[in-house]
């Protein structure tokens, strides 16, 4: 059975940070993309990040570029998003889902067919 468990979720002053952990089981580490997906309230479901555990390549919604960093510990089989600079509009839950690492780079374009979702986990940013 595959499983991918988030954590790191919290309450977070506006400008703080919050990194995210999400360790996958029952699949092929290597061969999947993993993306954060986030669904805010009212707000369309928005791909924010994704890496290819394969060779590392990662991609970025212009939203979160060049304050959220994605990285993987493929001997963990974990996949990290560490969040700085946050700001009101990043509050919502935070899913990590599995791709087919061909189409990673879909994630963050909102055309990713997800294999794999994880129940996800809750980022409250407040002022």
């Known amino acids: 059975e595959v499983q991918l468990v988030e954590s790191g979720g919290g309450l977070v002053q506006v400008g703080g940070s919050l990194r995210l952990s999400c360790v996958a089981s029952?699949?092929?580490?290597?061969?999947?993309?993993i993306g954060w997906v986030r669904q805010a309230p009212g707000k369309e479901r928005e791909g924010v990040a994704c890496?290819?555990?394969?060779?590392?390549?990662?991609y970025y919604a212009d939203s979160v570029k060049g304050r959220f960093t994605i990285s993987s510990d493929n001997a963990k089989n974990t996949v990290y998003l560490l969040m700085n600079n946050l700001t009101l509009e990043d509050t919502a839950v935070y899913h990590c889902?599995?791709?087919?690492?061909?189409?990673?780079?879909?994630?963050?374009?909102?055309?990713?067919?997800?294999?794999?979702w994880g129940q996800g986990t809750q980022v409250t940013v407040f002022s």
């Open positions: 889902a599995a791709v087919d690492d061909r189409y990673a780079y879909r994630v963050v374009a909102g055309l990713a067919r997800y294999e794999h």
């Open positions: 029952g699949l092929a580490f290597d061969g999947y993309g």
């Open positions: 890496i290819t555990n394969r060779d590392g390549t990662t």
